[in-house]
């Protein structure tokens, strides 16, 4: 039972920063939030029992892809209308 409970919890935090990510109106923040899910599914696949699969997303999903999009992010122009 207790169990089910923290899978849950993790889930609703997962849930939480993806909503976080949604609305968030500046790209940095949407993107370390996005890198926030991806730590959250990795410690997910840990309680699961899969530390190779956790070991991988953790790897890929929150440095590796966090970091390309940040530095995307910083090396582009921003360019707005101005009216």
Excluded: C, W
């Excluded at 899969?50 to 929150?62: C, F, K, N």
Aim: aromatic letters at 8%; glycine letters at 4%; zero cysteines.
């Amino acid at each position: 039972m207790i169990f089910l409970i923290t899978v849950l919890l993790i889930l609703l935090l997962m849930v939480g920063a993806a909503i976080y990510a949604i609305v968030q109106k500046d790209l940095l923040f949407a993107v370390i939030a996005s890198g926030v899910i991806s730590l959250i599914l990795s410690i997910l696949f840990l309680i699961l029992q899969a530390p190779d699969v956790a070991l991988t997303e953790a790897a890929i999903g929150v440095a590796l892809t966090t970091i390309i999009f940040i530095i995307t992010i910083r090396n582009t122009v921003r360019y707005e209308d101005e009216r």
